[in-house]
């Protein structure tokens, strides 16, 4: 084996431009195939990171009968605040957050929107609420960007909201917009208006009433709330998993290609090389290789051009990845109409994981493209190949 | 024979190649045998089965009837991992278009028998300079093949043929490719490593220059043994 490397580096550093060109063809799938994982992974921790700073803390308790996906749900779906975990909220490790169904009139328009109160003084999000402890004679509202951008509201905008309280009357009053914020989490921006926690539970005559108690600490195990269903932190990112996941697979199919190219030119050498250096080949067996050694041979040497590839790949790979991983990949359009949580600037992440299976990856497919037409030396006459006679 | 101790033996040989619907017969019946020391040659015109004689002896082919012996090696039984291992330790061979490696140096090339037998550095080293001084190349060591002449070329494959001491080596049409001056020079080193090393030459030729070098001398003819004749004796 420590000959067959010897002599197909000599072999691949003597056959010169051909190699180095089929290394810099693979080098480039190393490259892309790293930065578009990278990327892949770079976009799951950010959307989850952002999800856990703008919806889902380290987790939540629903109430049993609330179902984000059916509006309908919403009217039923608030009970008292548990008595046991008042202290948690006392501490400002957890907060309540009512759900109440809405609609909003954004220039003479009607809008349906989800309503949530939301304590102004709360740590556990990054969301901007402390503006919405204004002094006003309307009701403070905060909303997130997508919506801003849906109903051309803006931060000093004024617009009716309606809704029903707890006995089924309707009302409405003017919401003043205090804050507008952006959170890379379309769910936490979409159709959501943000009003103060007291405020929502006087208007909807739901007095100590919430709908979700977030909770910071998503680490430790969480006791089960009667009438309420835990939801953790993977619990509630799996859409992020999932969208991960079959994005990968998309994915997948375009480093194939990739891959297929660079797996292309290795087989072209490779048949032109068996082609062409058939007196090279008999030599090896009249020197004492065996054919099936031979056949090791060139299948090293066609897959050193992996190893070659990985050499090319660290001299201008290893600059533009370090830079994107820095300056990130701005997505060329607008980010939130992808309807996911998704920054407009992706930061790729490389794990050594990462790195290591695309190297294994690139070097076993190449392996076996060079085993592919090397098995036809087996077949070869030796008196014939070294007579260079066409077999 | 020159009635040295015996390490090719052939019985009754016989070599037949499919060709079409058919079969060529290129060794019709061949019975030899040739001694510990013999620079000897297998003569005939083209056609006549020098080469698929010595690729058998070289157990690069095998006989497709009869009984050839080679170093105490049946040819036709042999796997070819066996085969292999006879070729890597006790068979040079020396070609008409010399089959260097392109891309490795003349060291390189003569090296690599001595890499296949698993020699250490310094035992390769030593050997490799020896033969290049043999064939007198030892400032070509760096050189590579298409650095350098056709006679220079066949002299690598000399070296390289002869680096591992084998007590065999076979050579088809060694100077085909070469000029008069250049085939003589060859000639000489061949004959004075088979003095020296006491190996056995035995060559596939229908030049004259080889011919005059022969001691002994095989005339094949359609594939059958024509002649035998010792023609020269030191």
């Known amino acids: 084996m420590l000959l067959a490397l010897r002599l197909a580096v000599r072999n691949l550093i003597g056959a010169g431009l051909r190699t180095w060109l089929n290394a810099l063809v693979l080098s480039f799938s190393f490259v892309v195939i790293i930065w578009l994982k990278g990327i892949m992974v770079g976009w799951d921790h950010q959307a989850k990171n952002d999800m856990t700073d703008y919806e889902i803390g380290g987790g939540q308790y629903w109430h049993h009968l609330y179902d984000p996906y059916d509006p309908l749900s919403l009217s039923d779906s608030h009970a008292p605040v548990p008595s046991h975990v008042k202290d948690e909220i006392q501490a400002g490790d957890m907060e309540p957050v009512l759900v109440v169904p809405g609609h909003i009139f954004p220039r003479g328009r009607m809008q349906s929107v989800v309503i949530k109160g939301i304590n102004p003084a709360q740590t556990i999000w990054k969301l901007p609420t402390g503006e919405l402890d204004a002094d006003t004679d309307a009701i403070p509202a905060m909303i997130g960007a997508v919506m801003a951008n849906g109903t051309r509201l803006g931060q000093g905008d004024r617009v009716m909201i309606r809704w029903r309280d707890t006995n089924g009357t309707f009302d409405a009053a003017q919401i003043l917009i205090t804050a507008v914020f952006s959170s890379n989490v379309p769910s936490a921006e979409a159709g959501q208006v943000y009003v103060p926690l007291e405020r929502l539970r006087k208007m909807a005559v739901m007095h100590d009433q919430a709908t979700i108690l977030t909770f910071r600490d998503g680490r430790s195990q969480r006791p089960e709330i009667e009438g309420w269903i835990l939801k953790t932190k993977a619990e509630l990112t799996r859409q992020v998993d999932d969208m991960i996941k079959a994005k990968t697979v998309g994915q997948s199919i375009f480093y194939g290609v990739l891959l297929l190219l660079a797996m292309l030119a290795i087989f072209d050498t490779q048949v032109l090389s068996i082609f062409r250096r058939q007196k090279e080949i008999g030599t090896y067996i009249a020197l004492g290789y065996t054919r099936k050694e031979v056949v090791g041979l060139f299948t090293v040497e066609g897959a050193m051009h992996a190893v070659l590839a990985a050499f090319v790949a660290t001299l201008y790979g290893l600059p533009f990845l370090a830079w994107q991983a820095k300056a990130g990949w701005t997505i060329p359009m607008e980010a939130s109409e992808f309807g996911m949580a998704m920054a407009q600037t992706l930061y790729p992440v490389y794990t050594v994981g990462l790195v290591v299976s695309t190297a294994l990856l690139v070097t076993l497919a190449t392996a076996v493209v060079s085993y592919v037409p090397s098995r036809r030396i087996a077949r070869m006459n030796p008196t014939d190949a070294l007579r260079g006679k066409l077999q | 024979m020159n009635g ?155 070296a390289r043929a002869m680096v591992k001491r084998p007590p065999l080596v076979l050579a088809d049409e060694p100077t085909a490719n070469l000029d008069a001056a250049n085939s003589h020079h060859i000639l000489k080193t061949m004959e004075t490593l088979n003095r020296e090393l006491h190996t056995t030459l035995l060559f596939a030729t229908h030049d004259d220059k080889v011919i005059g070098y022969l001691r002994r001398m095989i005339y094949l003819l359609d594939g059958r043994v024509d002649r035998d004749e010792t023609v020269r004796k030191d």
């Open chain 2, 4 to 158: 040295t101790s015996e390490i090719i033996q052939i019985q009754g040989l016989v070599k037949r190649f499919p060709m079409g619907k058919g079969e060529f017969t290129a060794l019709r019946g061949i019975t030899l045998t040739f001694g510990k020391g013999e620079f000897a040659g297998l003569v005939g015109p083209s056609g006549s089965g020098k080469t698929t004689l010595l690729n058998i002896i070289g157990s690069l082919d095998v006989p497709t009837e009869g009984w050839v012996n080679v170093l105490g090696n049946s040819i036709g039984t042999l796997s070819a991992k066996e085969a292999a291992q006879l070729r890597k330790e006790s068979i040079g061979f020396i070609f008409q278009s010399y089959n260097l490696l392109q891309v490795h140096t003349v060291y390189e090339n003569v090296e690599f028998p001595l890499l296949l037998l698993k020699h250490n550095g310094s035992q390769r080293r030593r050997m490799v300079m020896d033969a290049l001084e043999w064939v007198g190349l030892v400032d070509k060591e760096k050189s590579k093949p298409p650095q350098l002449s056709g006679g220079e070329c066949q002299r690598v494959a000399i």
